[in-house]
C-alpha cells in the first residue's frame, strides 16, 4: 500500500478532446510528479510540482499542464488528445525533506485515445 | 542514444533459477539506482535503492552498480512464480525527489 490513490482507473476518449486525470497522496508528500508509460516502454518524465508550483518539465508540450493543491493531490490535464496519447499515466510522490527511496507510485489510470 | 538502455527480453526462466536483469547508460552524471517491479496493469513497486557504486542484497534480490562501466545488474536467486512481471531499471542524478529515467523494462516469467 503506498498511499497514492489514482482516478479514473480506465477512460477511453476521442481525438481532439480534453482529458483531468487525478492522484492524491499521504500526508506530508509535498513533491509530486507525472510520468507517461506507452505500452511495451519505460515511463517517461512529464512534469513535478512542488509546493504548488512547477518544478521540472520532461519533453512534452504545453498541452499537458497540471496542478498541485494544498491538500496533497494533485491534477494532470491533457488538451486536444492525439492517439499517440494513449498511454498509461502514473503519479508518483514523496516527502522531497530528505534523499531516499521513498518515491511511491500510483496504479495508474490507463487512457485510450480513438 | 537513448540514456538508459535495458533489454526488454521476454525473458523466461523454470522456478529456482538465478536470473540476471542488465541495464546501461550513458549519462555519468547518475549517481541513484533503483529497480522497480511491474505487474501486469499496475503501477512500478521500488525494490531495490543504491547509491554510488557497489553492491547491495535484500533478501533474494541483489543489486550491483558499476559506474565505470556504466552498468547495473539486478540478480534474483531462487525465482518463483511469483516473480513474473517486468522489472524496470530507473536513475537519477540527485536523489529524493529528482525526476527519474526508466529503462523500457525486462518482461520476466517464472515457470513453476
Known amino acids: 500500500e503506498t498511499g497514492v490513490t489514482q482516478s479514473p482507473t480506465h477512460l477511453i476518449k476521442t481525438r481532439g478532446q480534453q482529458v483531468t486525470l487525478r492522484c492524491s497522496s499521504q500526508?506530508?508528500?509535498?513533491?509530486v510528479s507525472w510520468y507517461q508509460q506507452a505500452l511495451g516502454q519505460g515511463p517517461q518524465f512529464i512534469f513535478q510540482y512542488y509546493r504548488e508550483e512547477e518544478n521540472g518539465r520532461g519533453n512534452f508540450p504545453p498541452r499537458f499542464s497540471g496542478l498541485q493543491f494544498p491538500n496533497y493531490s494533485s491534477e494532470l490535464n491533457v488538451n486536444a488528445l492525439e492517439l499517440d496519447d494513449s498511454a498509461l499515466y502514473l503519479c508518483?510522490?514523496?516527502?522531497?525533506?530528505?534523499?531516499?527511496?521513498?518515491?511511491?507510485f500510483g496504479e495508474g489510470s490507463w487512457l485510450t485515445v480513438v | 542514444q537513448k540514456e538508459v538502455e535495458q533489454d526488454p527480453g521476454p525473458l523466461s526462466v523454470p522456478e529456482g533459477a538465478i536470473v540476471s536483469l542488465n541495464c546501461t547508460y550513458s549519462?555519468?552524471?547518475?549517481?541513484?539506482f533503483m529497480w522497480y517491479r511491474q505487474y501486469s496493469r499496475k503501477g512500478p513497486e521500488l525494490l531495490m535503492y543504491?547509491?554510488?557504486?557497489g553492491n547491495k542484497e535484500d533478501g533474494r534480490f541483489t543489486a550491483q552498480v558499476d559506474k565505470s562501466s556504466k552498468y547495473i545488474s539486478l540478480f534474483i536467486r531462487d525465482s518463483q512464480p511469483s516473480d513474473s512481471a517486468t522489472y524496470l531499471c530507473?536513475?537519477?542524478?540527485?536523489?529524493?525527489?529528482?525526476?527519474?529515467?526508466f529503462g523500457k523494462g525486462t518482461k520476466l516469467t517464472v515457470n513453476p
Open positions: 549519462n555519468s552524471a547518475f549517481q541513484y
Open positions: 530507473a536513475m537519477s542524478v540527485q536523489g529524493g525527489s529528482e525526476k527519474l529515467v
Open positions: 543504491t547509491y554510488s557504486s
Open positions: 500526508s506530508g508528500h509535498n513533491t
Open positions: 508518483a510522490t514523496t516527502d522531497r525533506a530528505w534523499a531516499g527511496n521513498t518515491i511511491y
